[in-house]
């Protein structure tokens, strides 16, 4: 039933002692060591798995209704729209452009209409107002479907872009301003559902059990991905995949759960910063999809017993080859304070020959007759080597293609890696106070009802002085 020849693999050698060494590396025995800690945050994973905040590890199990009809009003909107723009930010933003950058075609809005079988595709994930001219300069409205996303129905980005794209649809065209606009929220709290009733948007919703950052695979991502004409039941089969290999607490079959427990060694090692490095354009944002679920989970002040941890893992995102020529300098000899996780295709999607030329030039003419595949592959080859040698930890997961499917079992290897991370660490995976406090504080400052209190801490807060602004 599962495809086994698009089997995603993790490959973890160079984490270990073995490749980089004692002093740096991780030991057979450190894994032994860890073994029955492993399998306890694999079972207290388990026994929460579809309660709380963790529906999302559920969704694999789709309702077919909703997915057939994600796919029709798709299919409808691929006939009837030029262009498709998400507004939503965070969790609400970083899927979409993730499996946007991944599956289409890496000039998708600049193909010639006959050439792209899709609309042109925005996702508005910030309230620069530069930007939001620059939107509505390349795009007219009345050829355009919105689709305004935010679980919680408040964030005063989103709702801003809501308010102003919803203010030209109806002076342009009407009551048919609705039929423009497409809710994704939750079905219970927050106003963007009560909007869409009044309005009579069609709405999409996004299960209570399901935070942002782990909402790809519900009508936040699922939504936008069958737009661009992503075989969504594929992508949600990769996913399921990935779940039936993570369904054991064995170390030696579950591939999230050993790199789960690898970055928690590298952790308490003062590993304190996860870079995220793939190579292939397609996997671009990915890295920055990760970098939210990573950051938003894993950091965080207090454990779930409410003691002061301050625990986290800082991801950064970098790409090959673009960052060799960057930052592969610090990473190889910078401070011993990074894992690197290299994202590696076995097959491009296209092959791209190096002709011949420069005949009388060999230290360049070397490159003739190799192709950038070759050499993209070997540029990798060559970079794990070098943070190899210099005993800096390292592991790469191999795609044997990008396509849905392998995409569908990478973002479920990550969901899953950062829910047994999160155990392993006693914390709470879910919640986000950081966040929210800056929600609240921004509300305050704009003049929200309710949050009084939050503007009086804002007044009160130490004013800046003169003399440190130079
Ligand atoms: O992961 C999260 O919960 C956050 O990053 C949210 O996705 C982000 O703050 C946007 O929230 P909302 O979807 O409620 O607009």
């Not at 306890?40 to 999302?56: D, H, K, L, Q, V």
């Not at 301003?177 to 009560?194: F, P, V």
């Not at 080597?385 to 293609?401: F, G």
């Not at 939050?454 to 440190?468: F, G, I, S, T, V």
């Amino acid at each position: 039933m599962f495809n086994e020849k698009l089997k995603i693999r993790f490959d973890y050698n160079n984490m270990m002692d073995k490749f980089v060494g004692v002093k740096e590396g991780i030991s057979d025995e450190d894994i032994a060591n860890n073994e029955q800690f492993a399998i306890n945050a694999f079972n207290t994973f388990e026994s929460i798995r579809g309660t709380g905040m963790t529906g999302w590890a559920d969704l694999v199990n789709y309702n077919e209704q909703e997915i057939n009809d994600i796919i029709k009003t798709a299919n409808d909107i691929r006939k009837n729209f030029k262009n498709f723009v998400v507004l939503g930010i965070g969790g609400s933003a970083l899927g979409p452009i993730a499996v946007f950058q991944a599956l289409c075609h890496l000039h998708h809005n600049d193909l010639p209409d006959d050439k792209r079988n899709a609309p042109k595709f925005y996702v508005e994930d910030n309230v620069d107002p530069e930007r939001m001219v620059a939107l509505l300069d390349v795009i007219n409205v009345e050829e355009t479907m919105f689709n305004v996303i935010t679980k919680s129905g408040s964030t005063s980005e989103t709702m801003t872009q809501y308010l102003i794209i919803n203010d030209l649809l109806t002076k342009k065209l009407g009551d048919n301003a609705k039929s423009h606009i497409i809710t994704t929220t939750s079905s219970s709290k927050g106003n963007l559902i009560k909007i869409s009733k009044k309005e009579g948007y069609k709405t999409y919703y996004i299960p209570d059990s399901v935070g942002g950052r782990f909402s790809e695979l519900c009508p936040v991502g699922l939504l936008p991905a069958a737009v661009l004409g992503v075989d969504i039941l594929e992508f949600l089969d990769g996913a399921k995949y990935m779940n039936e290999r993570c369904s054991s607490g064995d170390l030696s079959k579950n591939p999230a759960l050993m790199s789960a427990l690898l970055s928690y060694i590298a952790l308490q090692r003062g590993k304190n910063i996860s870079v995220m490095m793939p190579y292939a354009d397609g996997l671009k944002y990915i890295a920055d999809w990760y970098c939210q679920l990573w950051a938003e989970s894993i950091g965080k002040e207090v454990d779930k017993n409410g003691n002061k941890v301050f625990a986290g893992q800082t991801p950064v995102k970098s790409l090959g080859v673009t960052d060799q020529h960057s930052q592969v300098q610090l990473y190889t000899e910078g401070p011993f304070d990074k894992v690197t996780t290299f994202l590696a295709v076995d097959e491009y999607r296209k092959i791209v020959k190096i002709p011949d030329g420069c005949e009388d030039i060999p230290d360049v003419n070397f490159l003739c007759g190799h192709t950038m595949n070759e050499l993209i592959q070997a540029e990798r080859v060559a970079t794990e080597y070098a943070l190899t040698v210099k005993n800096r930890l390292n592991r790469t997961i191999y795609l044997p293609i990008l396509n849905a499917y392998t995409l569908g079992q990478l973002l479920f290897f990550f969901e899953l890696e950062t829910a047994y991370m999160g155990e392993m660490l006693g914390i709470d995976t879910y919640n986000q106070p950081g966040v929210e406090n800056g929600k609240n504080a921004t509300y305050a400052l704009l003049g929200r009802n309710g949050y009084d209190q939050k503007r009086e801490e804002l007044n009160n807060a130490p004013k800046k002085l003169d003399k440190y602004v130079i």
